[in-house]
């Protein structure tokens, strides 16, 4: 009797699985798109920069440090595949004042064009044991993590909603689908972009705006090395379970999963989700129509 109920499971998963290109949407083309990609000066972020402009994609990358912003766009460009492409770079703290980072923002759209894809990448870690983390990291993980995700995000979502287009991915971490030792400052702002995510994309998919969020495990990049220096054992050996991957990997990976915007989980998630996503669908058309209506009158 179980065997049959789990088959039955298998096969309606399956179903869902073959039918999802069906529904899912356009793939997006990054060729001469433009994508701007926070934390695009190191590990993880630099290499999703490769990746798009690999693929004929205008970049502009966002961090703090001037320095090894230039340097990165000078590794970037090195994967041009046109000579019409343009690596830009933006020094801004994106989790301190959001009319900064709107305004830079708005700079990099008027030299490169509305923005076609967000990646927030942008993100620091901090491990150790709950009572040896300083106090005022807490408050710092949460403003980097997560407020340096908001406003990037706020930044570009008028202009996506307008033309009707647009991805944006947040990078949050396997410590932010599952709280573990260690991590009691830097899960709850990957946790937090889940929800965000989450909420965001019911909101803007009648829009035509498409969210994903990474997942990824631990990666060999700098900012990995630097968690390094604190890590507790504990945490190092629950990490050794998942593996160390490599960034290039782990960017291609998120870039494809941005451009075909279909996985399993969002086709199931899609039944329940659906009929959420009509109801928004069917306010916006009726407040479409009463403001038609009031310019009429
Ligand atoms: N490496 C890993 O093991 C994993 C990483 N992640 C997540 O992936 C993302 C990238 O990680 P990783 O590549 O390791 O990080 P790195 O430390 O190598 O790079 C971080 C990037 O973010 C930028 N950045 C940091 N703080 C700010 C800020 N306040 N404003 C603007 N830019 C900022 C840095 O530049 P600058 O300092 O000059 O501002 C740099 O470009 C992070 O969000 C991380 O949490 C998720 C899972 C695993
Ligand atoms: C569906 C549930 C999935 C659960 C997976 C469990 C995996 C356990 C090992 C997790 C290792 C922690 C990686 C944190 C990486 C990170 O974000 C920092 N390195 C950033 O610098």
Same mark, same amino acid.
């Given at each position: 009797m179980l065997l049959v109920v789990a088959a039955f499971i298998v096969a309606f998963v399956l179903l869902l699985y073959m039918i999802s290109p069906l529904i899912s949407p356009k793939p997006l083309k990054l060729n001469g798109a433009h994508v701007v990609v926070t934390g695009? @000066? @190191?590990?993880i972020g630099k290499c999703i920069a490769v990746e798009c402009y690999r693929q004929g994609a205008f970049i502009t990358l966002v961090a703090r440090d001037e320095v090894k912003l230039l340097q990165a766009k000078k590794e970037v460009e090195?994967?041009?595949?046109? !000579?019409k492409q343009v690596v830009l770079c933006i020094s801004v703290d994106v989790s301190s004042d959001y009319s900064q980072v709107e305004s830079v923002i708005k700079q990099a759209q008027e030299k490169l064009g509305p923005v076609d894809m967000l990646v927030n990448c942008a993100g620091t870690s901090i491990s150790g044991k709950f009572e040896d983390v300083e106090v005022d990291r807490f408050k710092k993980l949460m403003e980097v993590n997560y407020l340096g995700s908001v406003y990037p995000t706020r930044a570009v979502i008028t202009t996506m909603k307008e033309r009707r287009m647009g991805r944006i991915m947040f990078v949050s971490s396997q410590a932010g689908q599952i709280g573990l030792f260690g991590y009691t400052a830097y899960s709850p702002s990957k946790f937090a972009l889940r929800g965000l995510a989450e909420s965001l994309q019911m909101e803007i998919k009648p829009y035509n705006i498409y969210v994903t969020v990474a997942y990824p495990p !631990?990666? !060999?990049t700098p900012g990995l090395a630097e968690e390094n220096k604190t890590k507790p054992l504990e945490t190092k050996l629950i990490a050794e379970t998942s593996g160390v991957c490599q960034p290039d990997q782990v960017a291609k990976i998120i870039v494809r999963d941005a451009i075909v915007t279909m996985g399993l989980f969002r086709t199931i998630a899609l039944f329940y989700l659906g009929s959420f996503d009509s109801i928004v669908r069917r306010c916006m058309i009726q407040r479409e129509q009463s403001k038609a209506a009031d310019k009429r009158e």
């Open positions: 695009g @000066s @190191s590990g090195k994967f041009a595949i046109n !000579d !631990d990666t !060999d």
